[in-house]
């Protein structure tokens, strides 16, 4: 589902955040494919900025993260999703990447940290150039 009137513009669709982990076991690659395993990972505390908020705030450190988001792609055509300028002018990003699934995206934050709210727009589906 998408609110249509704020995710959707020009150049693209707006993506938001639903969960954001920790990794606390590391994962595992190997040549053939028969040894890969996902990492250990822990949701991210949250916290209430102002007690009138509808949504809670992650406050994240310098460090790699996962983040889930709360849609998903019926496609099979891969698109292209991007990092917001928002998350990159604060001192966080993620990969560009072309997929056909959304699936959990690593965050790398650096600097002083970020906080980011439960359903902020963070990542791009891009659409069309501009």
Avoid: C
């Avoid at 589902?1 to 704020?6: A, F, G, N, Q, V």
């Avoid at 056909?100 to 709210?117: D, E, F, Q, T």
């Amino acid at each position: 589902m998408l609110h249509e009137e704020t995710q959707v513009h020009d150049s693209g669709i707006d993506l938001t955040v639903t969960e954001i982990h920790e990794i606390d076991d590391p994962g595992r690659v190997d040549f053939g494919g028969g040894e890969l395993e996902p990492p250990g990972v822990l949701p991210h505390e949250r916290h209430w900025r102002n007690p009138d908020d509808d949504y809670q705030w992650w406050r994240l450190e310098a460090g790699q993260y996962l983040m889930e988001y709360n849609e998903s792609l019926d496609t099979d055509d891969a698109v292209t999703i991007q990092p917001r300028p928002a998350l990159l002018e604060r001192g966080a990003s993620h990969p560009t990447l072309r997929t056909a699934a959304l699936a959990s995206m690593p965050i790398s934050v650096g600097g002083s940290g970020i906080l980011i709210k439960e359903n902020a727009r963070v990542s791009t589906v891009i659409t069309r150039q501009s």
